[in-house]
């Protein structure tokens, strides 16, 4: 994993970045970001853009899950905690919603994409 210190609206941020086969995964500020060229090619998505799916940014073992079913959540609040390529990763909510699916336990490997939490839609 390197590490590389860029400059985003002014702002200095560190960046960890790291080559997996034919994809460039990025992590900035504890958010997960991949690159893919053949998925680009292929005209898929780099990445879910639904704020009530959360998938798996890359392959990892779940270390922590933060909530259950039923749960209510809040923008930005930590599900899963996750570990990959040597590095910790949080995932949180990018919405205030409830906690309908969660497909993980500690100590399960996943894979690329894979929905580790579902959300309802809206605010709850």
Known sequence: ?????????????TAFVEKVGDQLWAQIEGRSFNYSPSRRKSGQSE??????KILSPMPGKITKVSVAV???VEENQALIVMEAMK?????SSQINSEVVKLNVN?????????????????DV
Do not use: C, F
């Open 1 to 13: 994993m390197k590490k590389l210190s860029i400059e985003v609206d002014g702002k200095m941020r």
């Open 47 to 52: 990445a879910s853009t639904d704020p009530t």
């Open 70 to 72: 039923g749960d209510s």
């Open 87 to 91: 590095m910790e990763y949080t995932l």
């Open 106 to 122: 500690v100590g399960d490997q996943v894979e690329l994409g894979a929905l580790l939490v579902e959300l309802g839609v809206g």
